[in-house]
């Protein structure tokens, strides 16, 4: 198909083209097949010249990263080694068949329907779980565990993505994302302007920040599940960026409890020190609220495997006993035909002596 990339590609990728899902201004995503495994994955083309500026190895850097955090189970897993075609860097992915979080809101708000509560903090536990494995080398597991910061810098809805029942949220798309010292600042000027804390956009002076810049866009990642709507947004960059300086969003729907409310407000503090951290985040009530249903949620789920493994093996083992019965009598009718003949045999030469 035209809208396919090459075969050659996919040698080199192993992998079968199934369809392009979707493009954006760093390139394409396309569905395809793992030759090795026989499942379903995501391809991402990278091309170079969507990042003015950016060298090869800044791209290599973006799968580096994603890879040090994909254990985790609410990051997107980088499946294999990417590789260089030209000026574009071929990355396989696990397939997320829900789509993004933008699409869900956007949904929700067409049909003019809340995101139910529940939901939300559902959701968003898992956020918080998959950017604790970013800032806080401690939680990952392994003995070759990565010990390195890592800042996402461009947390949205669009970076967001699902399995296909939308039970799993995944951060994926670390494109912007760069790697801290302890007591380290970032300066670089980057991300999704509706989704950028104060403190990188400061007037006249270099911007320094660390990772609560991940935390705001929390917040607003926040703001946008219960009000449909961006925190702040505005159609000139410049009056977009005092707003989000100086001004408060507007109070989240009034039908979301009080907890859900102050969080938002406490996340989108523009003073970062006054944000809460990971680990507050983790103990707020509603967090673990999420937590608990996702664990409910999931070993429901293996117990439903492990019902349905069970039935599949009780079926398999009556089918062999079956198949075993069926050789059985098989053997025995043999058996039987040829200690006949064995006996007629024997009368003959009984008969010939």
């Known amino acids: 198909m035209a809208d396919l990339p090459s075969e050659t590609i996919a040698k080199r990728l192993s992998v079968k083209w199934i369809r392009k899902l979707g493009k954006g201004g760093y390139g ?74 933008y699409d869900v809101i956007e949904d929700h708000r067409i049909q003019n329907q809340h995101i139910q509560e529940h939901s939300i903090w559902s959701w968003f536990s898992q956020l918080v779980l998959g950017l604790q494995a970013c800032h806080q080398p401690e939680s990952r597991t392994g003995a070759n565990a990565d010990t390195r910061i890592i800042v996402h810098r461009d947390l949205k809805p669009d970076n967001i ?20 010292k302890e007591e380290e600042w970032a300066t670089s000027f980057c991300g999704t302007l509706t989704h950028m804390a104060p403190e990188m956009l400061v007037e006249g002076q270099t911007p320094l920040y660390d990772e609560r810049v991940d935390l705001w866009a929390l917040g607003c990642i926040l703001y946008q599940l219960c009000s449909l709507d961006y925190a702040f947004d505005h159609p000139d960059d410049n009056t977009l960026k005092h707003k989000i300086r100086t001004e408060r969003p507007a109070p989240i729907p009034a039908h979301y409890s009080r907890s859900l409310a102050d969080l938002v407000d406490a996340l989108l503090f523009a003073d970062a020190s006054k944000r809460p951290d990971l ?68 009368t003959r030469i009984d008969a010939l002596e």
Not at 36 to 44: L, P
Not at 54 to 68: N, P
Not at 71 to 80: D, E, F, G, S
Not at 287 to 316: K, P
């Open 28 to 101: 394409e995503v396309f569905e395809a097949v793992d030759l090795s495994t026989n499942k379903h994955v995501a391809i991402k083309a990278v091309h170079l010249s969507s990042r003015p500026g950016s060298r090869k190895a800044d791209i290599r850097k973006e799968v580096d990263l994603q890879q040090a955090v994909g254990h985790h189970p609410n990051i997107v897993r980088v499946i294999k080694k990417a590789c260089w075609d030209n000026d574009t860097y071929w990355i396989c992915m696990e397939l997320c068949k829900g789509g993004d979080l």
């Open 279 to 346: 680990d507050q985040l983790i103990a707020h009530p509603g967090v673990q609220l999420g937590i608990v249903m996702n664990t409910a949620r999931e070993s429901a789920s293996h117990m439903i495997r492990l019902e349905q493994e069970n039935e599949q093996q009780a079926h398999i083992l009556k089918q062999a006993e079956t198949l075993a019965k069926t050789l059985q009598a098989q053997l025995a009718e043999q058996t039987a035909k040829y200690q006949g003949m064995f006996t007629q045999g024997k």
């Open 161 to 180: 993505f699902f399995n296909e029942d939308l039970t799993v949220a995944k951060i994926g798309d670390f494109g912007m994302a760069r790697e801290l």
